[in-house]
């Protein structure tokens, strides 16, 4: 059984307000955060099924999609749903399927997929310790989390840097759940590769 039911107890704090779609995908995202060297990183498999946690307008599910099995995109935001579902439908892509749900208590079975993968989302959750959980819970044996975020410094774009963790913050939290395959740290951003370790 793929969902164990919708909630809805922990908003994403990003707000899909007047112009967010031009926040998520305008000029100055896209030269700041390239998905075109991102990809590459992720060492994405044809074979893969991978959940995109908090995946908004598809800045990452919809490339994704042209290079492995299946995505599932999971947001909570319904403005968001109504964009990507726009843009599913109008590219013909038929390996993304929508899902609304909290990403601390994600809606899939134990065991489904076989990444995640969690962009800009891990400074925003009000518990990384049940993020990690659920993220550890619905991924395979050895399957594979990458956690993508801002580096902890003034950055022009993204959240306020009290907010953020640090790429040391993030590994100490998954420490006894995942194993570190690959760290790559820019100006703007960081990406931490783990595997699940059992």
Do not use: W
Not at 17 to 26: A, D, I, K, T, Y
Not at 68 to 97: C, T, W
Not at 147 to 154: A, G, H, R, V
């Amino acid at each position: 059984m793929l969902f164990r039911g919708e909630v809805a107890s922990t908003p994403h704090r990003f707000s899909a307000s007047e112009g967010f779609v031009e926040r998520l995908e305008g000029e100055e995202r896209r030269r700041a955060i390239p998905v075109e060297r991102i990809l590459p990183i992720l060492q994405l498999s044809r074979s893969t099924t991978l959940l995109d946690i908090g995946a908004g307008i598809g800045y990452f599910s919809i490339p994704i999609s042209k290079e492995i099995k299946s995505v599932i995109a999971l947001d909570l935001e319904p403005k968001m749903f109504e964009v990507l579902s726009g843009r599913i439908e109008s590219l013909g892509v038929s390996n993304i399927h929508l899902l609304r749900g909290d990403m601390l208590s994600l809606p899939l079975a134990d065991g489904f997929v076989d990444h995640v993968f969690a962009a800009f989302v891990y400074h925003e959750v009000a518990s990384t310790s049940k993020l990690i959980h659920e993220c550890c819970r619905v991924l395979r044996s050895h399957g594979r989390l990458t956690i993508l975020d801002f580096q902890k410094k003034e950055t022009g774009i993204g959240p306020p840097v009290s907010e953020r963790k640090t790429p040391a913050q993030v590994l100490r939290a998954v420490s006894g759940k995942f194993k570190l395959l690959s760290r790559t740290d820019e100006d703007i951003y960081y990406i931490l590769n783990l595997a699940k370790v059992s």
